[in-house]
């Protein structure tokens, strides 16, 4: 067993990027320099809930995930496939900065420059939602192509230009990630006015849950809104709540299991999927559903993704200081 730190020595990680962290790995995989060489997913936990408004606890999501992945099948019956066999390396988790939400989404961004740098894809684990502006920076840095689309299946449509005083907050991540790259979102069931109008005005391929619900036949719009590269980020509270109750703001209405994985395969088969990450996981001590259905939901997309990554050119840049 290779020590961790001798480990990210040899793969050139600036040594205070990542902490020690968690002894545990997704399904308990090894987490050697060869399983780092080998592997085409990378998971990056990220422990933080620093701007959480209401309810704190999402600084247990990627742990509880991790811990629930070890009770998976390796099996998919589904695709009949193996997943865990194309290499799922798990990142110690990522050292949190609590005072600074800024901060910290640098810190994300530098380790998604890290996983893209050795042409991996990343799957971050939250954590709360704002993290996911890090990763996004860190594909707009590294790709030079501009022609890629934002997946955001959440509850809320987190539009706002800012929240409680700060641009860096939950309620403001897609705002943001919608200054860097085109937007689709899927689930929404609460949003403000102002967003409602924004939507509009941006003309923003947006996918209310009631109307997915009232017409079926809208699923199928999604994948044709989305450009050629894609990059997945899922709020866990887009699920209904009767599956999800382990968020901090759930809201009734939400989407099924079979509705959120459908979409998914779909976009794996048609799209080419960069990244993704399943946030805001609040685990419920003694619930073990919704933590398993997060860690299942992982490897249904390791399992989507378990396919041939396209020829994006990384940017014509010095990147060997991330
Ligand atoms: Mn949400």
Redesign the pocket.
């Known amino acids: 067993m290779i020590h961790r730190r001798t480990m990210f020595a040899d793969l050139e990680i600036p040594g205070n990027l990542f902490s020690e962290g968690s002894p545990y790995t997704f399904m308990g995989l090894p987490s050697d320099a060869e399983a780092f060489k080998s592997a085409r997913v990378v998971i990056l936990p990220v422990p933080y809930d620093g701007t959480t408004t209401f309810v704190p606890g999402t600084r247990e999501g990627p742990r509880a995930i991790i811990m629930a992945s070890r009770e998976l099948e390796p099996y998919d019956e589904e695709t009949e496939t193996e997943p865990w066999r194309q290499g799922i390396f798990t990142l110690p988790e990522l050292p949190v900065k609590i005072s600074s939400p800024r901060e910290m989404v640098e810190r994300v961004k530098q380790a998604g420059l890290f996983i893209l740098k050795h042409g991996k894809i990343p799957i971050m684990l939250g954590g709360e939602?704002l993290m996911t502006l890090g990763l996004v920076s860190s594909l707009k840095e590294f790709y030079s192509s501009e022609n890629i689309t934002v997946l955001h299946l959440?509850?809320?449509a987190?539009l706002r230009e800012e929240y409680q005083g700060s641009p860096w907050s939950?309620a403001c991540v897609a705002r943001r990630i919608l200054e860097l790259y085109p937007l689709v979102s899927v689930g929404i069931r609460?949003l403000t006015r102002e967003e409602h109008d924004l939507v509009r005005r941006k003309a923003i391929p947006f996918y209310p849950a009631a109307q997915l619900h009232e017409k079926p036949a809208l699923w199928n719009s999604i994948v044709e809104n989305l450009s050629d590269n894609v990059y997945i980020t899922i709020?866990?509270?887009?699920f209904d709540p009767s599956v999800m109750p382990s968020?901090?703001?759930p809201?009734p209405g939400g989407l099924g299991w079979y509705e959120v994985t459908g979409l998914l395969k779909q976009i794996c088969l048609k799209r080419n999927v960069l990244g993704c990450d399943i946030?805001?996981l609040k685990p419920i001590p003694g619930m073990v559903a919704p933590d398993f259905l997060a860690a299942k939901l992982v490897y249904k997309l390791c399992a989507y993704l378990y396919r041939r990554k396209g020829d994006l050119r990384p940017l014509d840049k010095d990147l060997t200081n991330c």
């Open positions: 939602h959440d509850a809320h987190d939950n609460s709020d866990l509270d887009v968020v901090g703001t809201e946030m805001e």
